[in-house]
């Protein structure tokens, strides 16, 4: 187990603080992380091996990625730093015996308790924001092309560097004048510091720019095949945000965004972008 005193770089207690509620397990359920949700599933779809492959979720929180790919039929191992989501996970699949995770565990991206070229598919949506020095996420990622099958799928997720100066203005969260100074520090280098630990603010993570994600899975080893916005600019619109639960208003905002795909100046604009990434 990887041990916090080694590195500069530790998650630190605000972390564990964010997440302590649980909230994790039912973000996704509604507003635009809804729109996160559908839209990631939608991209994990397009890159599955045939079941029954195994994959690991590492840093799969309380379970929604992992179980959802285990219910059809693949072997899912999920790996989380943080005990609360651990045990979430843990529920989250005893709900579902016919489809039960292969294994659930306290671990740390950098440091992988698995075998040399033991998956078929990596998913990685929390570890490159979560880790905010760059050694830290090049380790995590190496880690992950460790463990890799050659031409295995590396998917992993980035919080793009503008989603709290564009979240803000849609929430008005300008009107606080510690927001304010948030957002120029993320402009300014990326590191997403709430001094103020209110939710609304996120915790400490790192924000990319689009390129940077290219980049350090390619220096990790990995061909990095492209790179997706997840929400695209959906989830500035209270168009789409409100209406998004409505199925058939749904999919035609699901065909817009597919369509904006391949725009790479709007790759910013999205809060989320997801790395598509093979072992050669």
């Known amino acids: 187990m990887f041990d916090s005193s080694d590195s500069d770089s530790s998650l630190p207690p605000e972390f564990f603080e964010h997440y302590s509620s649980g909230y994790e397990a039912q973000r996704l359920q509604s507003g635009s992380s809804l729109i ?81 070229a033991s998956a078929d598919m990596i998913l990685m949506f929390g570890p490159l924001y979560h880790l905010t020095e760059r050694v830290d996420r090049v380790t995590a990622l190496r880690e992950a092309h460790r463990v890799l099958r050659s031409e295995g799928l590396l998917l992993a997720v980035g919080i793009s560097r503008f989603t709290s100066a564009l979240d803000g203005m849609r929430q008005g969260f300008f009107d606080d004048p510690v927001f304010t100074r948030i957002v120029e520090r993320d402009l300014m280098d990326g590191q997403h510091r709430n001094p103020t630990n209110n939710p609304n603010y996120f915790t400490t993570a790192y924000f990319h720019h689009p390129e940077e994600l290219s980049t350090e899975v390619e220096e990790s080893g990995f061909l990095h095949e492209k790179t997706l916005p997840i929400e695209g600019p959906l989830w500035l619109l209270d168009s789409v945000v409100n209406n998004f639960a409505d199925i058939t208003q749904r999919e035609q905002f699901m065909k817009v965004a597919h369509l904006l795909e391949g ?6 604009a999205s809060a989320h972008m997801m790395v598509v990434a093979r072992k050669v």
């Open 36 to 116: 996160e949700l559908v839209r990631t599933q939608e991209i994990v779809m397009r890159y599955l091996p045939e079941p029954p492959a195994v994959i690991f979720d590492v840093g799969g929180g309380p379970g929604i990625y992992a179980c959802w790919l285990a219910e059809q039929g693949y072997e899912v191992h999920l790996i989380d730093v943080n005990p609360v989501h651990v045990e979430l996970a843990r529920q989250a699949s005893q709900r579902q015996p016919e489809a039960a995770l292969a294994s659930i565990e306290v671990g740390d991206a950098r440091d992988l308790e698995r075998s040399d």
């Open 263 to 268: 725009e790479p100046s709007l790759l910013g």
